[in-house]
């Protein structure tokens, strides 16, 4: 037997203090604070604690610099216990990317980019025959439980003369594989409208909160028709902050408008994690304190919400019996100015700060 560790007076978000027991990288009893015996106790007083953060939309290839990063780096050293590399790879390197994510001590999971280049280009969809069907579908097949969904970045600047037609190609993958899509939007053509045409159940639109004239709002800030019957009809709606796809002012209007909070994603990469944007999860959740939500929605967004689209609601569960998979956090009092991809500044008054994860076995500190 191993040791046995005990997280000491943590705060559950829903309120409960409490003691966890860890034994052998599974939870082996869940108390009230201060009767939990173990062989190393941590005292967790004024920490927070909820199942590991789970982070649906990332770049965790190096090789892409600076669109890409090192996984522990935007993974477990961020409080993330679980990440969804975002399409970085397509069909031709996604074997290489499996085999790389699994000497990380973070979770990974895929998109697979219907371009079988990947990010070895931003301009991925431009060329049609780049969209292999028969490699893609192959993909699939082989890493089964590592691929999540399918990658589709529909904008300007990837699919230039290409149009709507990279996501009508996508739109038969889908179907072919059995994956849902993950939609970036962006800059048109093509017009929104026909992308929101093309979306069904459990596809994901990420960067739903970006600035840009192509976007989901009317000027006056009320939501697009085709943005409201997207959501009725089961489409997910991501965040993907990044470096170019947030805008305060449009997550205000979709408050305002209603709009449910699925997923808190950063489009995390080299680039942006250490020039800004986004820096940090720790740095985007306190971005949605200041929108006003609270912390149990905050942190529901990478919590449940995001184990619910994946099928696998296990990873936002703290139950006895289970692998230990826990992020503990701070929230802090005093200033922090925080900034949108527009230059937009809000200043928070408390912030989340992430201090560790327990995953696979092992206490890791932020």
């Known amino acids: ?55 649906l939309h990332v770049h965790a290839v190096p090789e892409f610099d600076p669109y890409g990063d090192e996984i522990d780096e935007i993974g477990v050293k961020q409080g993330v216990t679980t990440l969804v590399d975002a399409g970085s790879c397509g069909s031709d390197r996604i074997g290489n990317f499996y085999a790389d994510s699994q000497k990380a001590a973070t979770r990974v999971f895929a998109f697979l980019n219907i371009s079988r280049i990947g990010l070895e280009r931003t301009d991925e969809l431009s060329q049609l025959e780049w969209i292999d069907q028969a490699k893609a579908v192959e993909a699939a097949k082989t890493y089964r439980e590592f691929i999540v969904g399918l990658k589709a970045r529909i904008s300007r600047s990837v699919v230039k003369d290409s149009g709507i037609q990279p996501l009508r190609l996508a739109r038969g993958l889908s179907e072919a594989t059995e994956l849902p899509l993950m939609v970036h939007i962006g800059s048109a053509p093509p017009a929104i409208s026909e992308v929101l045409e093309l979306l069904r159940t459990g596809d994901v639109i990420t960067h739903y909160l970006n600035g840009k004239s192509n976007n989901l709002f009317h000027a006056d800030g009320t939501p697009l028709q085709g943005l409201l019957d997207a959501a009725a009809r089961g489409v997910h709606l991501d965040v993907g902050h990044g470096t170019a796809s947030f805008s305060f002012k449009v997550a205000e209007q979709a408050k305002k408008a209603g709009i449910g909070l699925n997923t808190i994603s950063t489009d995390i990469y080299r680039g942006n994690r250490l020039n800004g944007p986004v820096y940090s999860m720790s740095n985007v959740l306190t971005k949605f304190l200041v929108l006003g939500y609270s912390l149990e929605e905050v942190i529901r967004a990478v919590t449940s919400s995001a184990a619910a689209w994946l099928g696998r609601p296990e990873l936002a569960q703290i139950r006895v019996g289970q692998q230990a998979n826990l992020t503990l956090f701070s929230l802090e009092t005093g200033e922090r100015r925080l900034t949108d991809s527009e230059g937009d500044v809000r200043v928070a008054q408390h912030y989340i700060e992430a201090k560790g994860v327990f995953a696979n076995g092992s206490f890791i500190t932020c």
């Open 1 to 55: 037997m191993g040791t046995r560790n005990v997280l000491r007076n943590l705060q559950l978000v829903d309120g409960w203090m409490v003691d966890i027991a860890i034994q052998d990288g599974i939870i082996s009893a869940i108390t009230p604070p201060g009767q939990a015996e173990g062989d190393a106790v941590q005292d967790c007083s004024g920490l927070y604690g909820s199942s590991g953060w789970i982070d």
